[in-house]
């Protein structure tokens, strides 16, 4: 019975997500991509961050394990992404400040060159894989000193290493391969993944969806992860680590395992960063970050992965796009709007921001998944009571 | 020589105004069991109130004004901010105190209009004074004694007076304290008062030794005055004080060598190497866990 039902679950989210990536694809070939800029780089970002979300969430929300590393493991897979993708004959340029760069392959050529299908496929697909990969290696090594930390030491000590991670790659030593402190560019990004004709012309966008794709796969990985025993010791040992310990759930490992496969996930999420900002520079990756993937898991509420994923949406849109207005001056009727100046966004998005924590404690969905919010009809609209738990 | 005397000299300074950011730190963590990341930026501030205070007023007035706001502001967010979430888990009083800290920033980028402010040089603190053949400023050598200063009347507060002793029963066992008759907000917002004080302070001394501030300029300095209050053992004024000077001066060595991009990567691979090997920190007390 709840086997038929976990199954027709399944098929109905596939349908749903298939829906989505059909209805990206649709919006991003009808609407004129010149007047809608913000709407795509919202969309862009927002994929981005709703799968670092919830790589978060696996973390803080499902193993109870605080951490604020998350920036660092973006750098890390933003930093390989760049490096293994970077053409080899426009290596020279961007390093040009180092004579040239002592990598000297690139993914994409192996495969064919970036132009050609396979070559950018293959070559960016593995070059994410890799990018998780080197994430998922470094938490491990930090994972056996700082993992024996409890709730904010632990948070304090992976902060600390997002730190240390940004100042290592803008070392000048380091320079051949990592470009010291100034950006690696040119290589393939979202874009590169619009079919253009002979002439150089757009004729069919992807950008958005190879974008959402990405982040669809990787979250749905981590939901299946969720949903295995792995996922429900997890959630043991955020309830209680001495009962979970008790009923013989191998701590060390599970938690290990949590740290390893978020930060692999956050990895694969700065690959991904790199792509939409068509660049990668270390300074960019700061603590500031970390807070803002934490406030989106916040908001989308703790132990939730579709209200993670929910609220980085909606948190990218509002910064980018829909609080745009409160930055530029207004005139209403011949009097000037007060307030309304460069920076007023922001600082009405972080009182937004302090509300919902203070007072909407639970986020938008509180431990539950988007499916709930269907499945039973509750004595009150399932959107109310969300917010009633706060 | 020289140069080590001016070297060893900036770094007992710097130690010093972390010194006072991280009394706060501690003394919060000691009560409340919160990291209160918004303490760097009241820090930050505290430095930009002075730099539009002494503006339109003399000095005499700009600068009690400027204590007396900053101690105001760490009591509004106090309230404002932790104190309706004192039954939550911690995590979410965390989160609040991020979020204050992204709101005090994004406030005083919206003020500022993101520009540099020049620090107003104070009259004797800023002039120029020669110690052992190395040219530095008046700071350098006010700050030690200051802090040494402070530090002693803070230490006769909470042992002598009754407040203080409310504070160390507060710290002891949160519960219980209330349970005796002590009443648990009135302490905990004197707490972020002194914190408040303190920051506003070390501010003054800090920024000095800067020509201009950023509103991020409160971040870092933050985090290594938090560093400090760790490796001092967290909840012990001694320990903060001289944590900080530890990593005063040892900021200021690596800033003076070749390895000067490492000076925070250092800060924090200390910390890590303090919590694994000793999460009490050096004066910290044994926390047990009760199952």
Redesign the interface.
């Known amino acids: 019975m709840l086997q038929q039902k976990s199954k027709k679950g399944a098929f109905l989210a596939l349908v749903c997500v298939a829906a989505l990536l059909a209805l990206v694809v649709a919006l991003e070939n009808t609407l004129d991509p010149t007047k809608n800029i913000l709407l795509f780089t919202s969309l862009k970002k927002g994929a981005v961050y709703a799968l670092v979300a919830v790589s978060m969430n696996l973390l ?1 929300g499902f193993t109870g394990l ?1 951490s604020l590393g998350q920036a660092g493991f973006m750098l890390l897979g933003a930093y390989t992404y760049a490096i293994l993708t970077i053409p080899v004959e426009s290596r020279e340029s961007v390093y040009y400040l180092y004579g040239g760069s002592a990598v000297k392959f690139s993914l994409p050529d192996l495969f064919g060159g970036a132009d050609t299908v396979p070559g950018l496929v293959l070559g960016v697909l593995i070059a994410l894989i890799l990018a998780g990969c080197v994430a998922a290696a470094v938490a491990w090594l930090i994972g056996l ?2 993992l ?2 409890k ?3 632990l ?3 992976t ?3 997002g ?2 991670i940004r ?2 790659f ?3 030593k380091l320079g051949p391969v990592t470009n010291g402190a100034n950006a690696l560019k040119n290589f393939p990004t979202f874009s590169s993944f619009n079919i253009t004709n002979a002439d150089g012309q757009v004729v069919f966008r992807l950008s958005t969806f190879v974008a959402f794709l990405i982040a669809a796969v990787c979250i749905a990985l981590i939901v299946l992860l969720i949903n295995s025993s792995y996922g429900r010791a997890f959630k043991a040992i955020r309830e209680d680590e ?1 009962a979970a310990e008790a009923m013989g759930v191998n701590l060390a490992k599970h938690k290990r395992l949590a740290f390893c496969v978020s930060s692999f996930f956050a990895g694969v999420g700065g690959g991904m960063f790199a792509m939409f900002a068509n660049q990668a520079q270390a300074k960019t990756f700061t ?2 970050m970390t ?1 803002e993937i ?2 989106i898991v ?1 908001i989308g509420g ?1 132990g939730s992965v579709s209200g993670s994923a929910i609220a980085a949406f909606l948190y990218v849109a509002a910064s980018e796009w829909w609080l745009r207005f409160l930055d530029a001056e207004m005139w209403v009727f011949g009097i000037k709007v007060p307030f309304l ?4 966004r ?2 009405v ?3 937004i ?2 509300i919902v ?2 007072f909407f ?1 639970q986020g938008l969905m509180g431990s539950r998944e988007l499916p709930d919010l269907f499945r039973r009809r509750p004595r009150k609209s399932p959107r109310k009571a969300g917010e009633h738990n706060g | 020589m020289q140069y080590a005397v001016s070297i060893l000299l900036s770094g007992i300074s710097l130690g010093g105004q972390y010194a006072l950011i991280a009394i706060g730190y501690t003394m919060v963590y000691g009560i409340l ?1 919160l ?1 209160n990341f918004a303490h760097g930026d009241v820090f930050m501030v505290a430095g930009l109130m002075m730099v539009y205070l002494s503006a339109s007023l003399p000095l005499m007035a700009s600068l009690p004004l400027m204590l007396l706001l900053t101690v105001l502001l760490g009591f509004v967010i106090e309230r404002a ?1 932790y104190k ?2 004192r039954s ?1 888990p ?3 009083v ?3 105190a ?6 005090l ?3 005083a ?3 500022t ?2 520009l540099p402010q020049m620090y107003p040089s104070l009259p004797f603190l800023s002039e120029s004074v020669t110690i052992l053949g190395a040219p530095t400023k008046w700071v350098t050598v006010v700050t030690p004694v200051l802090v040494i200063l402070l530090v002693l009347a803070l230490t006769q507060l909470i042992n002598r007076t009754k407040v203080g002793m409310a504070m160390r029963a507060v710290a002891k066992d949160f519960e219980t304290s209330q349970l005796m008759g002590i009443k648990i907000n009135s302490v905990i917002s004197v707490t972020f008062i002194i914190g408040s004080f303190l920051a506003a302070v070390g501010s003054m001394l800090y920024f000095t030794n800067y020509p201009s501030i950023v509103p991020l300029s409160g ?1 870092l300095p933050g ?1 290594r005055a ?2 400090a209050a ?1 490796f001092g053992g967290i909840g012990s004024i001694p320990g903060a004080v001289i944590g900080a000077f530890l990593i005063g001066i040892c900021e200021s060595v690596i800033k003076g060598s070749d390895w000067s ?2 000076s ?2 250092f ?3 200390l ?2 190497v303090i ?2 090997v000793k ?1 009490t920190g050096l004066f910290g007390e044994k926390a047990t866990d009760k ?1």
């Open positions: 803080n605080f000193p700082v024996r930390l709730s904010d030491y948070a304090i000590a902060l600390g290493f730190e240390i100042a290592i803008q070392w000048d001495i603590t500031a807070y934490l406030l916040v703790i100046r460069t920076g007023f922001m600082v998005f972080s009182i921001i302090m924590v203070l404690r | 069991r990291i901010a309706p979430l939550a911690r995590m979410s965390m989160i609040s991020i979020g204050v800290s992204y709101l920033q994004n406030l980028t919206y003020i209009g993101g971040a985090l938090f560093v760790v991009v490492f925070d990567a800060t924090f691979a910390l890590i919590l694994v999460p199952v």
